[in-house]
């Protein structure tokens, strides 16, 4: 027999993975309790049962999705069965790759820092922390070290260009080329 606390919080994990796309797709503001129910499969009275307003919902979402985000950004920056760039450009995947072209990112954003708070600054400390880890570790470091530029420079500058990229991208394929170069520029380049 299954535990209905495991039973719970699958149920909850697949209500906040439908509500990324709803939020997406409509914003916060124009999102409704039935959108997110009718994503979920769920009813509005049911969904009410795990989150008791959409302010709630929203917060658990994001919570549940930089979790889900560092997860997947950390297990490619660990996979040994790729080059440097290829570990780091699915790492910015993981990091970056929802909302691209969804004309409601901007909205969402200051939703998050409103409702959230610093749970964004966390989260890009924690990348650039990672980010500037495996960079060291792959002797990123030493090339660039005659011209001054630290490898937490170079991950604060990947970091910045990634956000750029995201809001200005139609689409992942033109995101996953834009990043290639900007990964390509920072690993296989150091000045002479």
Same mark, same amino acid.
């Given at each position: %027999?299954?535990?209905?606390?495991?039973?719970?919080?699958?149920?909850?994990?697949?209500? +906040?993975?439908?509500?990324?796309?709803?939020?997406? =797709?409509?914003?916060?503001? $124009?999102?409704? @309790?039935?959108?997110?129910?009718?994503?979920?499969?769920?009813?509005?009275?049911? +969904?009410?049962?795990?989150?008791?307003? $959409? #302010?709630? +919902? /929203?917060?658990? %979402?994001?919570?549940?999705?930089?979790?889900? @985000?560092?997860?997947?950004?950390?297990?490619?920056?660990? =996979?040994?069965?790729? #080059?440097?760039?290829?570990?780091?450009?699915?790492? /910015?995947?993981? @990091?970056?790759?929802?909302?691209?072209?969804?004309?409601?990112?901007?909205?969402?954003?200051?939703?998050? &820092?409103?409702?959230?708070?610093?749970?964004?600054?966390?989260? #890009?400390?924690? /990348?650039?922390?990672?980010?500037?880890?495996?960079?060291?570790?792959?002797?990123?470091?030493?090339?660039?070290?005659?011209?001054?530029?630290?490898?937490?420079? +170079?991950?604060?500058?990947? /970091?910045?260009?990634?956000?750029?990229?995201?809001?200005?991208?139609?689409?992942?394929?033109?995101? =996953?080329?834009? @990043?290639?170069?900007?990964?390509?520029?920072?690993?296989? &380049?150091?000045?002479?």
């Amino acid at each position: %027999m299954a535990d209905p606390t495991e039973a719970a919080t699958a149920r909850q994990t697949e209500i +906040l993975d439908a509500a990324i796309g709803v939020f997406l =797709r409509y914003g916060f503001r $124009k999102t409704s @309790m039935d959108d997110l129910a009718r994503a979920a499969g769920i009813s509005r009275q049911g +969904l009410y049962l795990h989150f008791p307003t $959409k #302010e709630a +919902l /929203f917060k658990a %979402m994001v919570t549940h999705t930089i979790g889900v @985000m560092r997860a997947d950004a950390r297990a490619a920056f660990a =996979r040994e069965d790729l #080059e440097l760039e290829a570990r780091v450009l699915g790492a /910015f995947e993981a @990091m970056f790759s929802k909302g691209i072209g969804s004309e409601n990112l901007d909205d969402l954003i200051a939703t998050t &820092s409103q409702l959230v708070g610093s749970v964004a600054c966390t989260l #890009e400390d924690t /990348f650039v922390a990672d980010l500037t880890r495996v960079l060291r570790a792959a002797g990123i470091a030493a090339r660039w070290k005659e011209a001054g530029i630290s490898v937490k420079d +170079l991950a604060e500058h990947l /970091f910045a260009t990634s956000v750029g990229i995201k809001h200005q991208a139609k689409s992942l394929d033109e995101y =996953r080329e834009r @990043m290639r170069v900007a990964v390509r520029l920072v690993c296989r &380049s150091a000045p002479q």
